[in-house]
């Protein structure tokens, strides 16, 4: 187990257990870590299955692979664990199926089925498989999302357009914090991953006209020059093209912000360069390497953009930090 200051860290998995002890296991470690559940796989090998679990502040992440299986959490595992959470799982490899409430949901891959832990369900996986988890306190849910699950689950189907962008962003969001946790910002992870889900439980109720298409937005085109910071090609027009909507839209929403959008992609690759540049670490890494690697076509506009932001030239700011000129 790995610890920090604003989160923790455990894992579980199969490989190193016996055939024959596995689905014990697995039980006991959910039970632990997750939730309380009952496991089977018709597998000739046996259950093969990993999991990531990290507790955050405000909520809970499980990055979870495996082949194909099914677990149960029934009336008595409901009562012999009680979980007072929604649960909000992102199909990300596989297909599934979830019954609760009587009801049999199909979900695929790309998609996220919203359930409350409260109620016993059956949730079966028909292939190799990879899901995020999302784990949020029921009150905390029902303040933000205000939305009744006891008849069942939600299901976010894969839209085109807004939604369909929403789903990838949170994909990709999550993808990069389990990659590396240690150098994420829990807090805005947090607030980033509740704002996308919020963004896409609104547009799967409401429909995309009436979601909160701008914040839905704004919140996927910040994602995208954060993935493309570095492509020197990286321009407003090419977000809105990412996007689909308009270079005008697209203003628009950064305008509300009291920012344009290239002044925010300048922004954002300054402060990365400017980090890379106090990085004595990075003491061999000369300042034209530096600039390029942030999307800087010229080392005289680098030096500018960075003179404007800092107050001092490149170099003069390694000098600062103690770190040689490259």
């Given amino acids: 187990m790995t610890t920090s200051t604003v989160f923790s860290c455990t894992q579980g998995s199969t490989a190193n257990i016996p055939v024959g002890q596995r689905l014990e296991y697995w039980d006991a470690y959910n039970a632990a870590a997750l939730v309380g559940l009952r496991c089977s796989s018709l597998s000739p090998h046996g259950l093969q299955a990993t999991t990531t679990n990290i507790v955050l502040k405000d909520l809970c992440l499980a990055d979870i692979m495996g082949n194909d299986h099914v677990i149960e959490r029934s009336p008595e595992l409901v009562r012999q664990y009680p979980k007072d959470s929604v649960f909000a799982c992102q199909i990300v490899r596989g297909s599934a199926y979830f019954i ?111 979601s909160r298409s701008s914040m839905s937005y704004l919140l996927t085109a910040r994602q995208y020059i954060a993935h493309h910071l570095g492509e020197p090609e990286l321009t407003s ?66 030096s500018r953009v960075i003179r404007d932001r800092f107050g001092a030239s490149p170099n003069a700011l390694r000098k600062m930090a103690g770190v040689p000129c490259g």
């Fill in 100 to 210: 609760q409430n009587e009801r049999c949901t199909l979900v695929d891959a790309g998609e996220t089925i919203v359930y409350d832990t409260r109620l016993p369900y059956l949730f079966g996986f028909l292939s190799e498989m990879r899901q995020f988890l999302i784990d949020i306190p029921v009150t905390a849910f029902t303040e933000r999302f205000r939305i009744d699950l006891s008849r069942g689950p939600l299901k976010l189907t894969r839209h085109i357009g807004t939604g369909a962008m929403l789903g990838r962003t949170l994909n990709s969001t999550l993808d990069a914090f389990f990659k590396d946790p240690v150098k994420a910002d829990p807090g805005l992870l947090v607030e980033h991953a509740g704002a996308l889900l919020e963004a896409m439980i609104d547009c799967e109720i409401h429909g995309e006209r009436h």
């Fill in 237 to 302: 027009q090419s977000v809105a093209d990412a996007l689909g909507i308009s270079l005008r839209h697209l203003n628009r929403m950064f305008a509300a912000e009291d920012e344009s959008v290239s002044a925010y992609i300048w922004s954002k690759r300054a402060s990365h360069a400017h980090t890379d540049l106090v990085n004595p670490m990075l003491a061999r890494t000369s300042v034209g390497e530096i600039a390029f690697r942030w999307g800087f076509s010229s080392q005289a506009h680098f």
